[in-house]
């Protein structure tokens, strides 16, 4: 596609129940981030992916957040057992690898946990 | 590791100009700045890749003094078009060569009144 994809774009979900966002990066970017936006805060680094490879998870919240990457493209953050302070808009972006690249964000999915 | 941002709001008549810092405690190896406008994702304005460089295009331009490890953006003769949020993001080397982790600042809200 032409730009990042995200989806679902909105997920209202029971609190204790598990979630899964995906995103789409741009084609040919092996960089791909996962950030969080709590309403009206900014934007919290969550990890990031070279290729299909995490150098650095030490953004996720608790072991209940999970990412993987597949093919060196498609990503997925899981939440498990969500809680209602995991409710946020969560961005994924994409970029080339090199240093001074810079990123492509997708609209974000918006979880509401109930 | 989070860049700090100030002020972390402003208000503007239309015409005025603004000025938005971004510090670091650790050491730069660039500084991306983007802007969100409410309900959108952020969009890229610009990259700042070496110590004292300075960018700009239209009336936003932004430098970067990588010995203090800081940079600024500075909107002139602001326009409506101008508000939204704006973030910094400091690029830190991070293992893999070319692998980048970038942490944004916690923004600035720009309001452009008429």
């Known amino acids: 596609g032409a730009g990042v994809s995200q989806s679902p774009s909105n997920k209202v979900t029971e609190k204790g129940k598990d979630v899964e966002l995906r995103c789409d990066p741009i084609s040919g970017h092996t960089a791909l981030y996962w950030y969080r936006q709590s309403l009206g805060q900014g934007l919290e680094f969550l990890i990031y992916?070279?290729?299909?490879?995490?150098?650095?998870k030490s953004g996720l919240p608790s072991d209940r957040f999970s990412a993987e990457r597949t093919g060196g493209s498609v990503s997925t953050l899981t939440i498990q057992r969500t809680q209602q302070e995991d409710s946020a808009v969560y961005l994924c972006?994409?970029?080339?690898?090199?240093?001074?690249?810079?990123?492509?964000f997708g609209s974000g999915t918006q979880l509401s946990v109930l | 590791q989070q860049p700090v941002q100030s002020p972390q709001a402003v208000i503007l008549r239309e015409g005025e100009d603004a000025v938005i810092n971004c510090s670091s405690s650790?050491?730069?190896?660039?500084v991306h700045w983007y802007r969100q406008k409410h309900g959108e994702a952020p969009i890229f304005l610009m990259i700042l890749l070496k110590g004292g460089e300075q960018k700009g295009h239209d009336k936003i331009s932004a430098s970067f003094n990588e010995k203090k490890q800081q940079s600024s953006l500075y909107l002139t003769a602001s326009q409506l078009s101008y508000s939204g949020t704006y973030f910094c993001g400091t690029e830190i080397k991070h293992g893999i060569q070319g692998a980048q982790k970038l942490v944004f600042g916690q923004g600035t809200r720009l309001t452009i009144n008429p």
């Open positions: 650790k050491a730069l190896y660039s």
């Open positions: 992916f070279q290729g299909n490879s995490a150098p650095d």
């Open positions: 972006a994409s970029s080339l690898p090199d240093r001074g690249e810079k990123l492509f």
